[in-house]
């Protein structure tokens, strides 16, 4: 291969390529690099992409030999995605406190219902984020034996006139880069009591 130009910081090798990520409604910057392969060094996530600033870099790929010394590797870069929600099928555990032999104990009716699954996207670290744990996690609703005949609430009861109740404590995860999701799973509030 012929080396032409100087490699000894990456360069820009083809056009962008744009796509759109269908799952999250958002767009992906791809492009090329090129360096000589001892002078290869990743770069941070956060990096800003050249094309438009509010995208930073998620992801590069393994570089590849081709050939005179240079290796070649793709990075990709993406904005924070906006918030979004899934419908899906879900079957609910309900719990009911009920009384069994003068006693109080904790039972559960299980329901197929229709969930909305909400996802928000948090870069980290900006603003209040400056590590993954300062995500707000929400915790769901849930009765707990604490010792025989005294049970407990955790998490917010959604309360009168309330639609949904969160089904699952939220979770935060890496979705690319230093973007974080956070899932929350919301279902029907029942329309029979059991909730104290």
């Given amino acids: ?12 090798h083809g056009a962008w390529v744009t796509e759109v990520d269908e799952t999250v409604q958002s767009i992906r910057y791809r492009a090329i690099y090129r360096q000589f392969a001892v002078q290869f060094r990743r770069q941070p996530f956060g990096l800003v992409c050249p094309i438009n600033r509010s995208a930073t870099l998620v992801d590069e790929t393994n570089p590849r030999p ?4 240079i290796v070649e590797w793709e990075r990709i870069f993406a904005p924070v995605p906006p918030s979004r929600d899934e419908y899906e099928s879900f079957v609910m555990a309900y719990q009911i406190e009920q009384s069994v032999d003068g006693k109080n104990t ?11 699954t909400h996802y928000d996207y948090f870069y980290v670290p900006s603003g209040l984020y400056s590590k993954p744990s300062n995500i707000p996690k929400l915790e769901a609703y ?5 010792v025989p005949d005294v ?5 917010a009861n959604p309360g009168p006139g309330a639609s949904e109740m969160l089904a699952e404590d939220s979770q935060v995860t890496r979705w690319m880069g230093n973007i974080y999701q956070r899932k929350e799973r919301y279902v029907p509030v029942p329309t029979f009591s059991v909730l104290t």
């Fill in 106 to 116: 904790i039972g559960e009716i299980a329901i197929p219902v229709t969930s909305r």
């Fill in 66 to 69: 081709v050939g005179g010394g």
């Fill in 142 to 146: 849930k009765l707990i034996q604490y």
């Fill in 151 to 155: 049970i407990i609430q955790r998490g």
């Fill in 1 to 12: 291969m012929k080396v032409d130009g100087i490699f000894t910081n990456p360069k820009q």
